[in-house]
């Protein structure tokens, strides 16, 4: 017999919702639901960063936990499930106190469980929060480097209409600080050694 389970996914923003992610993680879940004899009801989806815990999906899912007896949520894994190790700690405090059971899809492993029996493994689980908040805020620090602030793109476009003006072919070139760079008008991606 199999039990029945809620599939969670999310995605930071309502953007990504168009893309692949929310279908990548909804077919794990349904992958090792199949597995492991957890049937899927619903999957509940939210578009929300993972710093917060404050989703609206989440929030509808537990309520319905509450009232219809399924005890199991399912996730792709705990980066998909929280990005910052305090939020983590708070959702799954959340589910464990009314009895409720999470499960990462990718290790097989009963989150809630380790939280709450097994100091040794409460402690990976911390940790790989906090690695996924590592993650993210590196990922963050390096996507607001390389986006050009208001002023560099001011004179790149002013560069942009006196370059076309004098001459038929516009080659912006962009180059990071370990010497790789771009000329977007030929797609050519070129690396030097690193700058000293």
């Known amino acids: 017999m199999n039990t029945p389970a809620y599939g969670y996914t999310r995605v930071s923003s309502a953007e990504q919702v168009k893309g692949y992610g929310?279908?990548?993680q909804r077919e794990d879940i349904e992958a090792f639901g199949s597995e492991y004899c957890y049937r899927i009801v619903r999957h509940f989806d939210d578009a929300h960063t993972g710093t917060e815990s404050d989703r609206?999906?989440?929030m509808e899912m537990l309520s319905a936990m509450m009232s219809n007896g399924v005890k199991v949520v399912i996730v792709e894994s705990l980066?998909?499930?929280a990005r910052d190790s305090f939020v983590q700690s708070l959702l799954l405090s959340k589910l464990a106190s009314v009895g409720l059971t999470l499960i990462a899809a990718n290790t097989g492993e009963n989150v809630t469980d380790a939280m709450t029996k097994?100091?040794?493994?409460?402690?990976?689980?911390?940790?790989?929060?906090?690695?996924s908040e590592l993650e993210k805020n590196l990922l963050v620090q390096?996507?607001?480097?390389?986006?050009?602030?208001?002023t560099r793109l001011d004179d790149a476009r002013a560069a942009?209409?006196?370059a076309t003006m004098n001459t038929s072919r516009l080659s912006w070139i962009a180059s990071d600080n370990y010497g790789a760079s771009l000329d977007w008008a030929s797609g050519r991606l070129s690396t030097l050694l690193p700058r000293f």
């Open 22 to 24: 929310p279908q990548r």
């Open 56 to 58: 609206p999906q989440f």
């Open 79 to 81: 980066d998909r499930f």
């Open 118 to 131: 097994d100091p040794m493994r409460r402690f990976v689980v911390q940790l790989q929060g906090l690695l």
């Open 142 to 150: 390096k996507l607001k480097r390389g986006r050009p602030s208001a």
């Open 160 to 162: 942009s209409r006196s």
